[in-house]
């Protein structure tokens, strides 16, 4: 079972950035999509973004695009969340998943989750 672990979430305030880490612990990860996803208070689990295996596919939501970059290092096991201009309704905690196969925008589909990261932006 692939392990996942998030980190650099924190308290900022709008117009800040930060950036996510999420490492894996399987050499396999090359070969899965990831994806990112967030979680506010009383809300369902959204689509952030996700990346292909290769690196070479990539979709956001409307809401983050122009403001956030996903990417990989797959020498690493590395995924991350650049997000810029942040602003108070991006407030959550952000999970980093992994699935194989064609990537999908559907939380369901992924196999496995990482613990989750806090992300608070003041306004």
């Known amino acids: 079972q692939v392990q996942l672990v998030e980190s650099g979430g924190g308290l900022v305030q709008a117009g800040a950035s930060l950036r996510l880490s999420c490492a894996a612990s399987e050499r396999t990860f090359s070969r899965n999509v990831m994806g990112w996803f967030r979680q506010a208070p009383g809300k369902e689990r959204e689509f952030v973004a996700y990346?292909?295996?290769?690196?070479?596919?990539?979709d956001y939501i409307d809401s983050v695009k122009g403001r956030f970059t996903i990417s990989r290092d797959n020498a690493k096991n590395v995924v991350y969340l650049q997000m810029n201009s942040l602003k108070p309704e991006d407030t959550a905690v952000y999970y980093c998943?992994?699935?194989?196969?064609?990537?999908?925008?559907?939380?369901?589909?992924?196999?496995?989750w990482g613990q989750g990261t806090q992300v608070t932006v003041s306004s």
């Open positions: 998943a992994g699935k194989p196969g064609w990537p999908r925008r559907s939380p369901s589909a992924y196999d496995y």
């Open positions: 990346i292909s295996g290769s690196g070479g596919n990539t």
